[in-house]
């Protein structure tokens, strides 16, 4: 059974950065056929891919554009975790972000607990 | 980027109702459509992918249908445990994205 455990902070003040780690047990993150996601999820925005990492034959990133200047997610293939760190935070940041397992480059077929992050002075 | 556009934005139904929820795509995507499940407080769960394949364990009644632009998520006898918000996502163009949500709400 996969399963997606995620750990990190949730509350943040303006320009700090967010960092969020995403513990995969019963897959392996260099697997040929998944993608590790980050997904938000905000009233305003809705449910919004943020980006992804992935393994074929060497390591893969990317990003959605609206954060593609801030964002950057780390593959740890010795504790078997991804992590998502944002740059520079603004309340617009504020959201419950989740990692999820993508099933090649289509859908995600597991999703970590997620975390509520806030970001407030 | 794609954008999906489900309706209605709500639905108040009874347990033994059908119901069905529809998303339209601004451009054709085949039939690279997931459907998901999302409870309060918990994260989205997949139901339905590639249009109209049941993921392991979700039940019968849950079915998905359309091609093209058009699709639809049809539960057939409303349970008490469907009572939830359902959200579609376009898998054929990255980046991937998903409907507003359709709240599904006891009547």
């Known amino acids: 059974q996969v399963q997606l455990q995620q750990s990190g902070p949730g509350l943040l003040k303006p320009s700090q950065t967010l960092s969020l780690t995403c513990a995969i047990s019963?897959?392996?993150?260099?697997?040929?056929?998944?993608?590790w996601n980050w997904i938000r999820q905000s009233p305003s925005r809705g449910l919004e891919w943020l980006g992804r990492?992935?393994?074929?034959?060497?390591?893969?990133?990317d990003y959605a554009v609206s954060v593609k200047s801030r964002m950057t997610i780390n593959p740890d293939t010795s504790k078997n975790q991804v992590s998502l760190q944002l740059n520079s935070v603004t309340p617009e940041d504020t959201a419950v972000y989740y990692c999820?397992?993508?099933?090649?480059?289509?859908?995600?077929?597991?999703w970590g607990q997620g975390t509520l992050v806030t970001v407030s002075s | 980027d794609i954008q999906m556009t489900q309706s209605p934005s709500s639905v108040s139904a009874s347990v033994g109702d059908r119901v069905t929820i529809t998303c339209r795509a601004n451009?054709?995507?085949?039939?690279?459509v997931a459907w998901y499940q999302q409870k309060p407080g918990k994260a989205p769960k997949l139901l339905i992918y590639g249009t109209s394949n049941l993921q392991d364990g979700v039940p019968s009644r849950f079915s998905g249908s359309g091609f093209g632009t058009d699709f639809a998520l049809t539960i057939s006898s409303l349970q008490p445990e469907d009572f939830a918000t359902y959200y579609c996502q376009q898998a054929n163009t990255f980046p991937l994205t998903f409907g507003g949500g359709t709240k599904v709400e006891i009547k």
């Open positions: 019963g897959d392996t993150i260099s697997t040929n056929s998944a993608a």
């Open positions: 999820a397992r993508g099933v090649g480059s289509s859908w995600y077929d597991y």
């Open positions: 451009q054709g995507i085949t039939s690279w």
């Open positions: 990492t992935y393994y074929r034959s060497r390591w893969y990133h």
